[in-house]
């Protein structure tokens, strides 16, 4: 069964940086395009950063310049870099792909940004 598990989330001040990591199994995972999402609260999920098999990535608009996304196919692991954190940035945050037609999702990482 495909498996996405998100770490790294935590409280942090603003101006601070934080390092996501999703761990993926049963999962062609090198060959996948690698999303992160977030959702804050009373909002809806809106896509956060996305990397393809060979590492071009692309990001929305308010992170371009603070967040990086990368992968490390030999350790089935994408990862979020997030600099310069405002309080805007707090949300669960979360891994997802498509596979075989159907969208995946982990169980989310909570992101809390505040002095």
């Known amino acids: 069964q495909v498996q996405f598990v998100e770490s790294g989330g935590g409280l942090v001040q603003p101006g601070g940086s934080l390092r996501l990591s999703c761990a993926a199994s049963a999962f062609t995972f090198s060959s996948n395009f690698m999303s992160w999402y977030r959702q804050a609260p009373g909002k809806e999920r809106e896509w956060v950063a996305g990397i393809n098999s060979v590492g071009n990535t692309n990001y929305l608009e308010p992170v371009k310049g603070r967040f990086t996304i990368s992968r490390d196919n030999a350790k089935n692991t994408v990862y979020l870099q997030m600099n310069s954190l405002k309080p805007e940035d707090t949300a669960v945050y979360y891994c997802?792909?498509?596979?075989?037609?159907?969208?995946?999702w982990g169980q989310g990482t909570q992101v809390t940004v505040s002095s």
């Open positions: 997802s792909a498509t596979y075989r037609g159907l969208r995946y």
